[in-house]
């Protein structure tokens, strides 16, 4: 059986511990934190002698990090496991709301009405308008990651242009209206106006 040995302060908190604990089976201890499979874990790391780590929650919703590590006496036998959480519900709700403002960025971004790209500070796409790519008739795989001036046949290396977009960069200086005169892989000769 895993039996409880020692513990800190901190652990003493997370699964509510009081002195009588220590030589207890862990998986008697009421723990606030809901850890799927615990007996199961750790008996992993003792017996391939691999950590491992999970993220849980506990019952108020704060997340943690638990790394299993294998315990080993001075005789260098493994004697059982060290359990460390860390806090990580900052990092996690960061998280999650930069991946809500993605999102959100994203359904802007496919609304808009008219081609938009957006660039990040090398001039590589990072994501394109839905009218982009049904008007310059190419696909997300060769858009999206790629710098501008490679996208379709080097058709974005117009050296003004890239000279007013390393500008914008660089010096923080906005541009609009400027106009290209091109002749496009897939739709040919074509004026337009970009900002």
């Known amino acids: 059986e895993l039996r409880i040995r ?8 997370l699964f509510n511990l009081i002195n009588s604990d220590c030589g207890r089976p862990i998986v008697q201890i009421n723990s606030s934190i809901d850890i799927p499979d615990l007996e199961k874990n750790i008996l992993q790391v003792v017996d391939t002698v691999q950590s491992k780590e999970l993220e849980v929650k506990n019952d ?15 005789d260098n036998k493994i004697s059982g496991a060290i359990l460390a959480f860390f806090d990580i519900h900052e990092m996690k709700n960061n998280l999650i709301l930069a991946k809500n403002a993605q999102h959100y960025a ?6 808009i009405r008219y081609p938009m790209l957006v660039l990040d500070k090398y001039l590589r796409v990072v994501s394109a308008s839905e009218i982009y790519y049904s008007i310059f008739q190419v696909s997300e795989k060769d858009t999206i990651g790629n710098l501008l001036y490679h996208l379709g046949n080097g058709q974005w290396g117009i050296p003004e242009l890239r000279k007013k977009l390393e500008e914008t960069i660089t010096k923080n200086c906005d541009f609009d209206d400027y106009v290209v005169d091109h002749d ?3 739709i040919g000769h074509k004026k337009l106006r970009i900002s």
Do not use: D, P
Not at 60 to 74: D, H, V
Not at 106 to 111: D, F, G, L, Q, V
């Open 106 to 111: 994203e359904a802007i971004i496919s609304a």
């Open 6 to 13: 020692r513990y800190s302060q901190k652990a003493e908190e």
């Open 60 to 74: 108020k919703g704060a997340w943690y990090k638990i790394s299993m590590n294998k315990y080993k006496t001075l």
């Open 184 to 186: 496009f892989e897939n």
